[in-house]
Nanobody, 125 residues
């Protein structure tokens, strides 16, 4: 399984971006897609996740109402639409995937087996 993240860039505070994560390889069965981010000098943190078949979603509190995760099964792609971006959203964003994660553990990065290369999101003031 390979993940390719894209869509990052430089945007002013209040702006919007949409990240994409294309998944190649076997994608059958129960498959969770997650987005995590890591800012310089900080630990990786959970942003959002979605169950591939059930559509159950989860968000960290600070992005709730501003970010929307979705997936297109036909395209094997997950998206993270980000609006009203804040300077503190600046980070490298990583997508991750795994087949066996329970919804109760969607925010646990160590539970994901597959990771994309990351895409930089920079929000200027």
């Amino acid at each position: 399984v390979q993940l390719q993240a894209s869509g990052g860039g430089l945007v002013q505070a209040g702006g919007s971006l949409r990240l994409s994560c294309a998944v190649s390889g076997p994608t059958f069965g129960r498959f969770v897609m997650g987005w995590f981010r890591q800012a310089p000098g900080k630990e990786r943190e959970f942003v959002s996740a979605i169950m591939w078949n059930g559509g159950t979603t989860k968000y960290r509190d600070s992005v709730q109402g501003r970010f929307t995760i979705s997936r297109d099964k036909a395209k094997n792609t997950a998206y993270l639409a980000m609006s009203n971006l804040k300077v503190e959203d600046t980070a490298v964003y990583y997508c991750a995937a795994d087949r066996g994660i329970l919804s109760s553990r969607m925010a646990i990065g160590d539970d994901y087996d597959y990771w994309g290369q990351g895409t930089q999101v920079t929000v200027s003031s």
